[in-house]
């Protein structure tokens, strides 16, 4: 497995927003903890094009159940204007899903969100 590149905006850290509890943003880090969907891409999971001993069939349809409720709520969510996307975060206790607002491409953002 290659080591993905800070540059390409994948590898990202979060941390709790100073506009209240719950509100969370992504960050570029070195720390690979928050995984955010791309906005265009219908499907977040990936079925293979063939049943493998990996990914049999009955795990493809469930990936497929899954991605279909995924983009339902990430559509909601970006009608209404929140900014927010949806990611994985990994937390100490296990993996959730989330709203991120990233700043991965303006520091300026970051640095007026996180108050420095």
Avoid: Q, Y
């Avoid at 094009?49 to 009955?58: G, I, L, M, V």
């Avoid at 990994?90 to 991120?100: E, I, K, L, S």
């Avoid at 491409?105 to 970051?110: G, I, K, N, Q, R």
């Amino acid at each position: 497995m290659t080591e993905r590149k800070l540059e390409d905006g994948l590898k990202r850290d979060f941390t709790l927003a100073p506009e209240g509890p719950g509100h969370v943003i992504c960050f570029p880090s070195s720390v690979d903890a928050c995984l955010v969907f791309p906005v265009s891409e219908p499907e977040a999971f990936l079925v293979p094009r063939n049943s493998t001993p990996a990914n049999d069939e009955d795990l493809a349809e469930a990936t497929r159940r899954i991605n279909r409720i995924l983009s339902e709520v990430a559509e909601k969510r970006f009608a209404a204007g929140t900014g927010e996307r949806l990611s994985i975060l990994r937390t100490r206790r296990g993996p959730m899903f989330g709203w991120v607002r990233c700043v991965d491409d303006d520091p300026e953002t970051f640095e007026r969100v996180m108050g420095i």
